[in-house]
């Protein structure tokens, strides 16, 4: 328990649920944009490529994020009853929500991938509205799943903003480097600045939360073995360099030149450090929380 696979599955499931949180959002803001401002042919069919892509993507991740969490229980096999002889508990609703979650990444990505899609209008809106909703859950649960296990260090709710705005930080990451080496690089160019300000704005409250965290940790006596750990040189320099470095301060950077400069994009560089980043930060605190 709480071993590599549980490092993968807080990773996994916290990018694809960023990730769909941030294509759903972006799909709903084009479609009310285009009311008022028409986008060309070239334009909407480079926004489409990238919706199904993120879509089948997002739904593979959360896929094997589920696999390295039940194979991470020991008994895989007996996953079903969760759904079938169901109880209230914390396990209980993060399976209903990846469940869920991964049905509407799927049927999404489906439909997108159709020549006549089957939801248009306002059904496509209900449903991309879902998808945002169920991806806050698969986000916001990551962090709800540690607080459940009685551990000292977890025992802070500003784990839950901190793993949320992680989480949508490397959705953000995911969704541009998706553009990035799928789409030749500049056919959304403009579109996605208000993205990258996105990014900048999680990266300030993921910042907040960090900190909050960290003076919660600090200051609660019973998590005084992971306060050792995590300031030993190792882990404190996995967690400076690693979390506030590569995960914080190198895409925060890259991105504030990147949005100064009319033609200039620093992806894949800030958000390949930023998944990076995401990934240590996860690793930090499962290390620590089990010492």
């Known amino acids: 328990m709480y071993g590599p696979l549980i490092i993968a599955y807080l990773f996994l499931g916290g990018t694809a649920a960023g990730a769909l949180f941030v294509i759903s959002v972006w799909s709903l803001q084009v479609h009310l944009s285009s009311v008022r401002t028409p986008q060309t042919e070239r334009q909407v069919t480079a926004f489409s490529a990238l919706r199904r892509r993120t879509y089948a993507i997002s739904f593979m991740l959360l ?18 009853l969760i759904f079938l002889h169901s109880r209230p508990t914390v396990l209980t609703f993060g399976a209903y929500t990846l469940a869920i979650e991964s049905v509407l990444a799927a049927f999404l990505a489906v439909t997108c991938f159709l020549k006549r899609p089957a939801l248009q209008g306002r059904a496509l809106t209900i449903a991309e509205l879902l998808c945002c909703s169920g991806a806050v859950a698969t986000m916001s649960y990551t962090a709800v799943f ?27 990451s995911a969704v541009l480097l998706i553009d990035w ?15 990258q300000r996105w990014h900048l704005a999680c990266l300030v409250a993921e910042t907040i939360f960090l900190s909050l965290f960290v003076y919660a940790a600090l200051s609660n006596p019973a998590a005084e073995s992971a306060r050792a750990l995590l300031l030993t040189p190792d882990i404190l320099a996995s967690a400076v360099l690693g979390v506030g470095g590569l995960g914080i301060a190198l895409p925060a950077t890259l991105e504030t030149y990147s949005l100064t400069r009319k033609d200039c994009r620093t992806i894949p560089v800030s958000d390949v450090a930023c998944l990076m980043g995401c990934l240590i930060l996860r690793y930090v605190v499962i290390v620590c929380g089990v010492h």
């Open 181 to 195: 080496f799928t789409q030749g690089q500049t056919i959304l160019l403009q579109a996605a600045k208000p993205l």
């Open 63 to 80: 896929a094997l994020a589920m696999t390295c969490l039940l194979w991470d229980l020991g008994t895989p096999r007996r996953a079903p």
């Open 146 to 172: 540690l607080m459940s296990g009685g551990i000292a260090f977890w025992n802070t709710w500003a784990l839950v903003g901190l793993f949320t705005f992680s989480s949508i930080s490397a959705g953000v």
